[in-house]
């Protein structure tokens, strides 16, 4: 099973909602992560879990808060958005949590859709 | 400064041919060059991964080639598919930082 699973699909929230994306591998990954992706633009690396510990956080605002119950999942709560945080969030796993600056190959999600109204 | 540049910025080409995406990198310190294939709304695929001391790696019709020298890459793609319409991302992999192109767009026409 090499599939990374991200739910919703779609999300839809207004300013003041309080919302949780979901994502998660059953690959024995140690490293997860949250990308977030304008259209036409290359992904953004937001948050990155080595061995269910925060090890890289690119400034991202409060708003945004990652959790990593256990190794095989990550959630990334919303709170208070804003209109500009509408955009494609992608997860990724890989290996080991070299992944985002070794040769491991980092497995994407789907991604979730999200519009902040 | 950290950056990837690829070029060209879209691309259409018939079924059946052939094409080459570059890539110029500056990333430092480097440890690998990564394409990644991202179809609209999807997460990006893994192609190829390759350290400074790899040439060339292939994967099925994809083969991607680095020059860790004049920091360039290519990535050729043989007798193309209309699957193969999709952007194609180039990643600089330094220590502890992704550096993330901003994609080839291609589109692969009958």
């Known amino acids: 099973d090499t599939e990374v699973t991200q739910t919703p699909k779609h999300l839809v929230m207004g300013m003041t909602n309080k919302k949780s994306l979901k994502c998660e591998q059953h690959m024995g990954h140690r490293a997860m992560y949250w990308y977030k992706q304008k259209a036409k633009k290359p992904p953004e690396l937001m948050f990155v879990?080595?061995?269910?510990?925060?090890?890289i956080n690119e400034s991202v605002p409060s708003r945004f808060s990652p959790e990593c119950p256990n190794s095989s999942l990550l959630n990334l709560h919303l709170h208070a958005l804003q209109p500009e945080d509408s955009a494609l969030y992608l997860c990724?796993?890989?290996?080991?949590?070299?992944?985002?600056?070794?040769?491991?190959?980092?497995?994407f999600g789907p991604g979730t859709r999200l519009t902040v109204l | 400064k950290n950056q990837v540049e690829q070029s060209p910025q879209s691309l259409i080409i018939l079924e059946g041919k052939n094409c080459t995406l570059q890539c110029n990198y500056t990333v430092s310190p480097f440890s690998n060059l990564r394409w990644y294939k991202q179809d609209t709304g999807r997460g990006p695929v893994s192609l190829t991964i390759m350290t400074f001391s790899e040439n060339t790696k292939s994967n099925g019709r994809y083969t991607a080639t680095l020059d860790a020298d004049t920091k360039q890459s290519s990535l050729h793609i043989t007798a193309s598919q209309l699957s193969d319409s999709a952007s194609y991302i180039c990643?600089?992999?330094?220590?502890?930082?992704?550096?993330f192109g901003t994609g080839t767009r291609l589109l692969v026409s009958p």
């Open positions: 990724a796993s890989s290996q080991s949590g070299t992944g985002a600056f070794g040769t491991d190959t980092q497995y």
């Open positions: 879990y080595s061995y269910e510990k925060l090890s």
């Open positions: 990643v600089g992999a330094g220590f502890q930082k992704l550096v």
